[in-house]
T-cell receptor, first 112, second 115 residues
Framework: DAGVIQSPRHEVTEMGQEVTLRCKPISGHNSLFWYRQTMMRGLELLIY????????DSGMPEDRFSAKMPNASFSTLKIQPSEPRDSAVYFC??????????FGSGTQLSVL | AQSVTQPDIHITVSEGASLELRCNYS??????LFWYVQSPGQGLQLLLK??????LVQGIKGFEAEFKRSQSSFNLRKPSVHWSDAAEYFC?????????????FGQGTELSVKP
């Protein structure tokens, strides 16, 4: 298996633009997580899905952030409109039994 | 609320020296405990995990960790550090009653290795 695949690896955008981050979990995994990593706040859980259903979105910073998982093999995290403080590395991770999270390589987002 | 504290933001050790990274957690019962490692520009990789049983767990790359319930700690150790161990290390806790659920990560400890 290719592991958790995230795209793009790097995204540079201007304030106010819409940003969409994509994630393909490992086949057969039924839980998917979106994390954000910054120097100041470390690794923060934004939202996680179980069997494509959002279970806990309490970490989503505000209404500008939204996440979807239309099927078991694809998820998106959207920021609209983006702001400079959203600049961070966004990680997607998946697991099948919660014993081990498999992380993607992350998307480095820079909002100018 | 669950929380994880890694008291050391940055540690430097000499190659060949022993290593101990500290982790303390706050949780109502015994959580699932994990150590992950992150190399620059990469995602996190699991080093080891503790669910139950023997309190000393072995992981990959020669790492081990010991669960001490009385101290709410799960410190990571390695007897002899290699230059390739330079990375950031994260301790995490999970809810044993919600398998497949979220992990709470500590702030991380950055390890530098001197030649």
């Amino acid at each position: 298996d290719a592991g958790v695949i995230q795209s793009p690896r790097h995204e540079v955008t201007e304030m106010g633009q819409e940003v969409t981050l994509r994630c393909k979990p490992i086949s057969g995994h039924n839980s998917l997580f979106w994390y954000r990593q910054t120097m100041m706040r470390g690794l923060e859980l934004l939202i996680y899905f179980n069997n494509n259903v959002p279970i806990d979105d309490s970490g989503m910073p505000e209404d500008r952030f939204s996440a979807k998982m239309p099927n078991a093999s694809f998820s998106t995290l959207k920021i609209q409109p983006s702001e400079p403080r959203d600049s961070a590395v966004y990680f997607c991770a998946s697991t099948d039994r919660g014993e081990k999270l498999f992380f993607g390589s992350g998307t480095q987002l820079s909002v100018l | 609320a669950q929380s994880v504290t890694q008291p050391d933001i940055h540690i430097t050790v000499s190659e060949g020296a022993s290593l101990e990274l500290r982790c303390n957690y706050s949780y109502g019962a015994t959580p699932y405990l994990f150590w992950y490692v992150q190399s620059p520009g990469q995602g996190l990789q699991l080093l080891l995990k503790y669910f139950s049983g023997d309190t000393l767990v072995q992981g990959i790359k020669g790492f081990e960790a010991e669960f001490k319930r009385s101290q709410s700690s799960f410190n990571l150790r390695k007897p002899s550090v290699h230059w390739s161990d330079a990375a950031e290390y994260f301790c995490a806790v999970g809810d044993p009653y919600n398998q497949g659920g979220k992990l709470i990560f500590g702030q991380g400890t950055e390890l530098s290795v001197k030649p």
